[in-house]
């Protein structure tokens, strides 16, 4: 009996000293993945910072697996959510989402406060893009609990600039200005010198809608010194096409090019469908105001072909929009009527105000065209209604002088007269010297 208990003892004994070094092993190892896993991460999240998409979605897959492996579920929710970024930025909005979802789910297993606002506050931008705005808005405000919660100021500082772009194309301009200046606030407060571009770039668009044409610019150079800086590629092309943007509408179109040039070359080397398809847009605008009809139809068909891959529906009714402009400009009165109606389908399915009043009146201005002036009337009226709700100043201008033209047709001179007082005055105002020279021109007849 001593000799078995003796013998099982030693067993015993024999198993735990070998199995000691096997778990110790199996622990380093786990440490191991666990480190590499982090690093691929780390390395992915830079590619995305440098514009290279493709590298940081190959560089994730390395992650997902290997964590997968390992069972670091930290590290899976870590690679989906960068992955996500890169198909995103890249136009792959359907994949995107599920990445989003994934690591979502994961962070909130892990009862991860910060990983689940980061990611909700990326779904939320998202559903931004395909013009969602109440779903984007709710990703939002659930990411500001949860960073007011866990008491993170710069992430408050993101969240609130993507709250005041929703509240923008809503329409909603003192409410986006209120979140932008408590964003630049929180990124001031906290030294997040990197983010201030942002802020420069939205507040900017904000006073292009105002009518505050110098004080844009002023705002879009901050954000372009700051971009370069810091070597945020993304930004810089944005500040770029956002200064076109402003060349465009004093009518300096040979600086507006050059600008949207810049920005669509670096958007070109990042690979970045979505924006690419915005710039292209603006520069089939100028073509088609030189009368380049053709280059510009070939710039809108390729952007909206693009957006219609990948779902941008707030982009569709932009190209849309553009088209049904150059069939106006071309004397194609009904292709024109079709496109518009088209866009503003779409504009008023996601809530787009800006855009539903620039239609408004571009119906309007087809149906004048045509000689119809009762109905061209009725959609200005709707033009102006918008325009004037959401204090767009450009549009409100544009469609006053439309409105003046109508009168001038019926003879009604004096109620023409007191339409472009007020269209010259917002045109002032906007400093845009194509509608100035537009309303003398009016005026003078």
């Not at 899976?76 to 960068?82: L, V």
């Not at 009714?317 to 866009?343: C, P, T, V």
Request: proline residues 2%; charged residues 25%; neutral net charge.
């Amino acid at each position: 009996m001593k000799r078995i208990l003796c013998i099982l003892l030693m067993i015993v004994l024999h198993t735990a000293c070998t199995s000691w070094p096997i778990y110790a092993t199996a622990g380093h190892k786990a440490q191991e993945d666990t480190l590499r896993v982090n690093a691929l991460n780390t390395r992915a999240r830079n590619l995305i910072n440098t514009g290279d998409y493709a590298p940081s979605i190959l560089t994730s897959d390395s992650a997902l697996s290997m964590a997968g492996q390992a069972g670091f579920l930290k590290g899976q929710a870590d690679a989906y959510n960068n992955k996500g970024i890169a198909l995103f930025r890249t136009g792959n909005l359907p994949e995107a989402l599920e990445c989003y979802n994934s690591a979502l789910d994961l962070r909130r297993k892990l009862g991860d406060k910060a990983g689940m606002a980061a990611t909700l506050n990326n779904l939320g931008t998202l559903h931004g893009s395909q013009g969602k705005y109440p779903e984007a808005l709710n990703c939002f405000k659930m990411t500001v609990e949860l960073r007011t919660e866990i008491g993170d100021k710069p992430g408050l500082a993101s969240v609130y600039s993507n709250i005041g772009s929703i509240e923008r194309l809503l329409g909603n301009y003192d409410e986006a200005l209120k979140n932008y200046r408590d964003g630049m606030k929180m990124a001031e407060e906290t030294g997040n010198y990197s983010r201030l571009h942002s802020f420069y770039l939205n507040i900017g668009n904000i006073y292009i809608r105002q009518g505050k044409e110098p004080e844009a610019m002023a705002n879009f150079r901050a954000g372009l010194k700051i971009s370069k800086e810091t070597g945020d590629r993304e930004s810089e092309a944005l500040c770029y096409h956002n200064i076109g943007l402003l060349f465009s509408n004093s009518g300096d179109y040979p600086e507006a090019l050059d600008y949207y040039y810049k920005a669509l070359n670096i958007r070109e080397q990042m690979g970045a469908r979505q924006v690419i398809a915005q710039t292209q847009d603006n520069i089939g605008s100028i073509l088609a105001s030189q009368k380049k009809y053709k280059e510009a139809q070939a710039m809108f068909n390729q952007s909206l072909s693009t957006r219609k891959t990948l779902g941008d529906r707030e982009g569709i009714a932009r190209s849309l929009m553009y088209l049904g402009d150059l069939h106006a400009n071309a004397g194609e009165g009904k292709a024109a009527l079709d496109k518009y109606f088209e866009s503003l389908k779409i504009c008023q399915e996601i809530g787009d105000k800006e855009d539903e009043a620039i239609l408004m009146s571009s119906i309007g201005k087809a149906f004048y065209d045509a000689g119809s002036d009762s109905t061209a009337l009725s959609y200005f009226d709707q033009a102006l209604r918008i325009s004037k709700e959401i204090g767009d100043l450009p549009s409100t201008a544009r469609t006053n002088i439309m409105r003046a033209k109508v009168n001038l047709r019926a003879r009604n001179f004096e109620k023409a007269r007191e339409e472009l007082r007020d269209a010259l005055d917002y045109a002032r105002k906007t400093g845009t010297r194509e509608m100035l020279s537009t309303g003398y021109t009016v005026l003078s007849s």
